[in-house]
């Protein structure tokens, strides 16, 4: 019998239904026991895989009933950890989807359940007005619903999950064959938990709570080729100040020598996917990992069984960019000089000694002096040029690096680096750098001469107490203007040797020297529209901010009266000593801070 509080008979009086018919009509309540851990009824979240639903919800109906039939119900437990750890991806993804199916199942289910019992009620209703008439009349029928094994599958077909529904009424409790019957239906045969399956219709939380039936096996892609290189590809050209503010400049060690058949690298080969199987024993397919060629330059092989790359030649090893390649290195045990006579080698030369005055070094790759470079000699590197001494020249030396250069000390000589110069000293030198120019290590000083630089100069001091004049300038692009310089002068020099043999007499010398000279003025316009053309190029790359003229910055401990430093067009001269100062370029003027 159902009882009826106080306010729904004030609400039968008021509305003028009987008591009797509006308790009938009334859903069944029960007293709600208190929700396990786990479980919530109050706030229908959802909490570390766990589903939490509201009181009211049907799950909570079919709880309350099977307590009442059977007299005793462990708490539901919708979780989807049960049966082991799942990866939180999965738990996550997993959960509204577990949300939908609870809410389906246990709907249909207590619909049904109640649909029963009503049409049973009616029944036994209309059999009691007919034993008042005398009439005979069909019995009611017993409410019977046996226990419903459901299968909730997670998206991906990998995890399956099976939620019984208690029986209702006379139902058939669940059995060992009505669970492997369901799975059956459900073609749910690969990864079955046998243990838990056979076992299970003898628990007690049997009901009502989520057990992970059948768990696939995922799928594994192959990994993709590597290349295990047993030389840097980049390679730090930064020589670091000891605890005694010294360089070594021998320590830089630019030559990474390789003997022939030496390996470079090697190759790690693409393994190949694992597919997997789904609880529904489909396949899952798995993609094979790809594969990566071994980066084969000039002067290298690949060997026999096609994984390791080799030197085929005894030299320097370097990356370009996209492979490696092996430059011949000449090695000259002593000094540039007439044993040797001047160097030009289209790999990377290592001399142990001096290049002595008078002699040329050329070399496409990296240049490496242990000792000093002379007065009146020429070196140019493609690659990085290391004086592990210092240069000292009489004003006719020149220096070419195109990348960097470093060395121990400049003096009196002109520098040419498209990247950075680092040194300890540089005395009246003429230094046309397109990067940075670094004076910190040793005594740190810049005086006399002048110093182009398009980011930064950083010294100690610059200029002398004796107010020897230092010339700074910063911003623009100095190695490609001076370059361009000297193809100009060195068109307006031969056009002058043109022009005083038109003035000559006709010959067949005149015919032949004039020839050659037409020749070579072709080359340098040639040469002269490339640089234009680089130079245009390398502008339009490079930010507004970085090509005008205040782009640049000196930063120094201490700058001697004297010194000019200038931006563009703009130039002050210090007249005073400045320390630990800044000089920029600011709004259009150049600012000491």
């Known amino acids: 019998m159902t009882h009826m509080s106080i ?7 008021l509305s003028g239904t009987p008591p009797e018919k509006q308790a009938a009509d009334a859903p069944e309540q029960t007293s709600a026991p208190a929700p396990a851990q786990g479980m919530s009824f109050e706030d229908g979240g959802s909490r570390g895989g766990k589903l939490e639903l509201p009181q009211e919800h049907a799950l909570y109906q079919l709880y309350n009933l099977r307590r009442k039939e059977a007299g005793y119900q462990p708490s539901p437990r919708i979780s989807l950890d049960e049966g082991g750890a799942l990866p939180p991806e999965v738990e996550k993804r997993e959960l509204l989807r577990l949300r939908t199916f609870i809410n389906q199942v246990c709907n249909a289910r207590w619909k049904e359940a109640r649909g029963k ?10 059999g009691k007005k007919d034993a008042e008439t005398g009439e005979e009349k069909k019995a009611a029928e ?35 064959a009505m669970l492997y019957q369901a799975m059956a239906r459900q073609e749910i045969c690969y990864g079955v938990n046998r243990n838990l399956a056979d076992r299970l219709y003898r628990e007690e939380n049997r009901y009502l709570t989520l057990h992970r039936i059948a768990t696939g096996k995922a799928a594994f892609d192959g990994e993709n080729g590597n290349i295990v290189d047993y030389f840097s590809r980049v390679v730090e050209r930064v020589l670091e100040a000891d605890e005694y503010d010294q360089v070594d400049y021998t320590a830089l060690n630019l030559i990474r020598n390789v003997k022939q058949g030496e390996a470079i690298c090697r190759l790690i080969e693409p393994t190949e996917g694992e597919p997997g199987r789904t609880v529904l024993d489909q396949e899952i397919p798995a993609k094979s ?11 290298t092989e690949v060997s026999e069984d096609g994984v390791t790359l080799v030197a085929s030649i005894a030299g320097h090893v370097e990356f370009t960019g996209r492979s490696f390649q092996v430059k011949p290195v000449m090695n000259i045990p002593g000094n540039v000089d007439f ?33 000093v470079v002379e007065a009146g000699s020429t070196v140019e590197a493609g690659g990085d040029l290391i004086v592990a001494r210092g240069i000292v020249g009489d004003g006719t030396t020149v220096i070419r690096s195109h990348r960097s250069v470093f060395a121990k ?17 540089i005395i009246n030198g003429r230094v046309y750098c397109d990067g940075e120019v670094l004076v910190r290590s040793g005594r740190g000083s810049i005086m006399g001469g002048r110093v182009w630089a398009a980011r930064l100069v950083n010294a100690r001091a610059i200029g002398s107490p004796s107010e020897c004049r230092t010339s700074i300038s910063l911003g623009g692009l100095p190695c490609t203007n001076f370059e361009r310089e000297v193809v100009q002068q060195e068109l307006k020099d031969l056009e002058m040797e043109a022009e005083r043999l038109e003035c000559q007499l006709d010959s067949p010398a005149k015919t032949s020297l004039l020839g050659k000279l037409r020749v070579r003025l072709s080359a340098a316009e040639l040469k002269l529209r490339q640089l234009e053309d680089d130079l245009i190029g390398i502008q ?34 210090l007249r005073q000593e400045h320390r630990q ?13």
Do not use: H
């Open 7 to 13: 306010k729904d008979k004030l609400k039968s009086f």
């Open 117 to 126: 019992k009503g049409r049973n009620a009616g029944k036994q209703k209309d």
């Open 142 to 176: 017993p409410l019977c619903l046996d226990a419903l094994p459901c299968f909730f599958l997670s998206a991906d077909k990998l995890y399956a999950w099976v939620f019984v529904l208690p029986p209702v009424g006379e139902g058939e409790e669940l059995t060992k």
């Open 289 to 299: 990992g790809k594969s990566v060629p071994l980066p084969k330059g000039r002067n």
């Open 339 to 371: 044993s040797t006579g001047s160097i030009n080698f289209l790999g990377d030369v290592n001399i142990k000694g001096d290049v002595l005055s008078g002699f040329t070094v050329r070399a496409m790759g990296n240049v490496q002096v242990g000792g």
């Open 409 to 425: 000390y400049i003096e009196n000589s002109t520098i040419y680096v498209r990247e950075n110069l680092q040194a300890d000293c």
């Open 540 to 573: 339009l790359e490079m930010s507004e901010k970085e090509t005008e003229a205040g782009s640049g910055r000196l930063e120094c401990s201490i700058a001697y009266p004297d010194t000019e430093i200038s931006f563009g067009d703009e130039m002050i001269r």
């Open 581 to 593: 100062c800044a000089v920029k370029m600011v709004d259009g003027e150049i600012v000491v801070s």
